[in-house]
């Protein structure tokens, strides 16, 4: 049995004594942070903060300068079942003009759940309507992506990372510019994700608006882990969810 | 006389069954290609090709082979190369590919090949076309089909988005890799047909057009596909019935076929003057 937080049995991710510098700069120091099965944590931090980095670190795209990770048990470098791990970039960069369906960019999302070279199967095909149901896309299904609106895009892409069926979904920026409808229905979508599929969520964002109420736990980044807990704790420290340094209503308290 | 006339005779026969071979595959590559914004990489990998035909002059070897070695090697290298070396991408891409061109002109001119032959490889002269080059184009077209029938969906995700078609464990070095080598094996399957110097072409004209008319990535595969058989079946009676130069004309017909389809599918997507607009 190894080391648990207090929320969580065997935890899903776990990162001990993170750091990275990049370019001479020390970008991440000392973090730690875990995450167990159905939480559904947020991790938020001021622009510049090392919240990207630290994404990267987690699902193995970047090698930290010190410290372990552990993504399912393994060394995310080495972690062989890459279906479990949904991952949403931020403003994901559909190059352009790639002629494609709503439906097929979301069933590239399937692709770890068999052998990818393997041709999809009716499982396949289920679990994809059931994705694009999940982020009501399903009447959009066969238009070309680009004729999206930039909220049902974001929708799209997250449809692509819930298509494996992840235990674990990591989204960078997802509400970042997109209009009320689409972030009403990224919050169903994720809740429906944490309470009836038992899934993690770690949701990397500026605003917490939309979910503040769904939180199990809130982490502050800014180098290093600042705050971890529940969103209540933060708010009785007057810290106001939604709302950060660059926001209208705390800038407009400033001047008072 | 019938159009059709010209086809009675072998040399046509095997012209048009390696034109319709290479019309259907050059294109399946060129999709990949042209949506990852390297569209002007078979041109480049045409240069290589063409040493490698005069290496196989100069060595007394059947040039499509010793072009298919040099392509698909200077390929990979390329593709080495833009992906590790701290030179700007495109200049290391220049220097490889006018090396290939360079070293063509003085391996064939150690022959004195520069002449009439190597013009066929360079420009392309289906006509002239054995069996041997048939059954050559044959097997590597049924290479590249395979291989986007296998590979093809996993190539899309890293189109899609190359980061997370990572962090879904999909290997994405080894499949661009794998794109490289795939286009130098077209352009050889292409060189005698339309030449190395026109087969980047028929890689991305029909690309251009597909990608106009599909909906959907399959589409643009198979329409893409579809619109380079009818280019070189068209280029070829073409060229057949007012004495041109095949590999040119085919090219040309694609062009055109781009033009046209541009022009119209332009006109139905720019909305019409409402009525009783101010005149």
Redesign the interface.
């Known amino acids: 049995m190894r080391a648990v937080t207090p929320a969580s049995s065997s935890p899903l991710l776990l990162a001990r004594g993170v750091g990275v510098s990049l370019g001479g700069q020390v970008v991440l120091r000392d973090v730690n942070l875990a995450l167990g099965p159905g939480e559904f944590v947020a991790l938020v931090g001021p622009n510049g903060a090392g919240k990207s980095t630290l994404l990267r670190v987690v699902?193995?795209?970047l090698h930290p300068d010190t410290g372990t990770v552990r993504l399912f048990g393994a060394d995310p470098a080495e972690f062989?079942e890459?279906?479990r791990?949904g991952?949403?970039?931020q403003q994901?960069?559909?190059?352009s003009?790639?002629?494609?369906?709503v439906e097929?960019?979301v069933?590239?999302?399937r692709?770890?759940r068999g052998r990818?070279?393997g041709r999809?199967g009716p499982a396949d095909r289920e679990a994809v309507t059931h994705a694009l149901e999940a982020v009501r896309l399903v009447e959009l299904r066969?238009r070309?992506i680009e004729e999206l609106s930039g909220g049902q895009r974001q929708r799209a892409?997250i449809a692509?990372?819930l298509a494996?069926s992840p235990e674990l979904l990591i989204l960078d920026e997802p509400v970042a510019g997109i209009d009320a409808e689409s972030q009403r229905h990224f919050r169903e979508t994720v809740t429906h994700l944490v309470r009836e599929h038992g899934g993690a969520v770690l949701l990397v964002s500026h605003e917490l608006g939309a979910v503040a109420a769904d939180l199990d736990r809130v982490v502050v980044l800014r180098q290093t882990v600042l705050y971890d807990g529940t969103p209540s704790g933060l708010i009785e420290r007057g810290v106001s969810l939604g709302v950060h340094r660059e926001d209208l209503p705390l800038w407009l308290e400033g001047l008072r | 006389m019938s159009i059709l006339e010209p086809f009675r005779y072998q040399y046509m026969q095997l012209a048009l069954a390696g034109g319709l071979v290479v019309g259907a595959v050059a294109p399946l590559i060129g999709v990949f290609l042209v949506h990852k914004r390297l569209s002007l990489m078979g041109d480049g990998i045409g240069h290589l090709a063409f040493a490698g035909v005069a290496l196989g002059i100069v060595l007394n070897v059947y040039p499509v082979w010793t072009a298919l070695a040099v392509a698909a090697a200077g390929a990979v290298g390329t593709e080495l190369l833009r992906s590790r070396a701290r030179t700007s991408g495109d200049l290391a891409l220049a220097i490889f590919f006018y090396g290939g061109l360079a070293a063509g002109v003085v391996l064939a001119g150690l022959r004195g090949a520069l002449n009439a032959g190597i013009l066929a490889y360079l420009f392309g002269s289906i006509l002239t076309m054995q069996p041997r080059d048939l059954w050559a184009i044959g097997a590597i077209g049924l290479v590249i089909v395979a291989a986007v029938a296998v590979f093809g969906r996993a190539m899309f995700a890293t189109l899609v988005d190359e980061e997370s078609a990572r962090v879904a464990g999909i290997p994405v070095e080894g499949l661009n890799l794998l794109l490289s080598a795939l286009t130098a094996v077209t352009i050889v399957a292409s060189m005698r047909v339309v030449g190395v110097l026109l087969v980047a072409a028929l890689m991305v004209l029909p690309v251009a057009t597909s990608r106009l008319l599909a909906r959907s990535f399959r589409g643009t595969l198979l329409g893409a596909s579809a619109v380079g058989v009818a280019s070189v079946v068209v280029g070829l009676v073409a060229s057949s019935a007012w004495g041109l130069a095949s590999g040119g004309t085919i090219v040309l017909v694609a062009g055109l076929a781009f033009a046209v389809v541009a022009v119209v599918a332009g006109r139905r997507r720019r909305p019409r003057p409402r009525d009783g607009a101010i005149p």
């Open positions: 699902i193995g795209l062989g890459r279906w791990l991952y949403v970039p994901p960069t559909l190059q003009d790639v002629p494609a369906t097929e960019v069933a590239a999302g692709l770890p990818w070279w999809p066969r070309r892409f692509k990372a494996s």
